[in-house]
């Protein structure tokens, strides 16, 4: 019976562990509520700082690499969807994010409550080219205005330091229609990854 007990105190231990590590993914078990629990205190903290700070954060030169998204009306490769293509990308500060209409109809828009702190967005015009420099590490999201409840978002992730201080004021943010859905598949996607990366680097 004691070796029972302390076999399953390891299991639960180990997937705490685990779950810390790749940052809590989104995880439903019972276990996921004690650390939100947890978290909470210092969250409440950091938001109250990062409102004081909130200087505007100022542009940055292009350093001369661009990342062209497609605005396509089906997308080829699955639903067959108004999308971005990709729809998830990263980036380093200094990037250029480049918005090509391939198809007519559609602009790209950031959402204001999906930028760094201090960060002034976009805002194209349909059947335009936009591009926007990234000025600081963080989560950007966007959409395209008439296709937004339609679910036509994306996510550009820019690394560096402080690269997830918006993450969690970015997902609590609420979308019209299949908006939502997409972007819960796109934080998913950026998490997975971004276990993936931080695994490779503890094993180097
Ligand atoms: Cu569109």
Known sequence: MMKRTTFLSAVALASLVTLSACGGGNQETPA???????EAAPAAE????????????????ANGTVHEIQMLT??????GL??????????????????????????SSSIPEMLPAGVTGWEGEINKEVSYVVP????????????????????VVVKGDGMTDNLE????????????????????TAEARECFLRKLLELS
């Open 32 to 38: 996921a509520p004690a650390g939100e629990e947890t």
């Open 46 to 61: 950091e938001t109250a700082a990062a409102e004081e700070e909130a200087a505007p954060v100022p542009e940055v030169e």
């Open 74 to 79: 089906r997308d080829p490769d699955g639903s």
């Open 82 to 107: 108004q999308v971005f293509k990709p729809r998830l990308i990263t980036a380093e500060v200094g990037d250029t994010i480049k918005f090509v209409p391939t198809d007519p109809t559609h602009q």
């Open 136 to 155: 600081t590490p963080g989560i950007y999201g966007y959409k395209c205005v008439p296709h937004y409840a339609a679910g036509m978002i994306g996510m």
């Open 169 to 188: 004021e970015a997902k609590a943010v609420s979308h019209p229609g299949l908006a939502g859905r997409e972007f819960n598949e796109i934080f998913e």
